[in-house]
């Protein structure tokens, strides 16, 4: 009984703690900019999450993939939205900028 009750707490508290991810994504996805978010860090939580879900699945520990399940749709979010803001929305705004440039040497 007291094991089913660590269990429970620990499926809880892997879950929440996973669920930190989001702020972030939020912050990203609300500022429009990751310039101050470290792709390498949350490249690297992205893999171990990854990793450990993908663990905890194999051997059917439900706690482990619960927890871990949480951080992996976090993480891969925060990169995700990094990305995203970092380079791929910057190319139209680019091809734009190229675009007016030639433009005001034809005038």
């Known amino acids: 009984m007291e094991y089913m009750i660590w269990e429970s707490v620990v499926a809880v508290l892997g879950i929440l703690m996973s669920a930190g991810y989001f702020p972030q994504a939020y ?44 951080g ?13 803001y970092r380079f791929i929305r910057k190319i139209p705004q680019k091809v734009e900028m190229s675009v007016s440039k030639k433009r005001e040497m034809l005038d």
């Open 27 to 70: 912050r990203i996805w609300q500022k429009k900019n990751a310039d101050d978010v470290s792709l390498v860090t949350f490249g690297i939580f992205a893999f171990g999450t990854t990793i450990w879900a993908l663990y905890g699945f194999l051997l059917k520990d439900w706690v482990v993939f619960a927890g871990f399940i949480v």
């Open 72 to 84: 992996v749709i976090g993480s891969w979010l925060v990169v995700t939205l990094a990305v995203y």
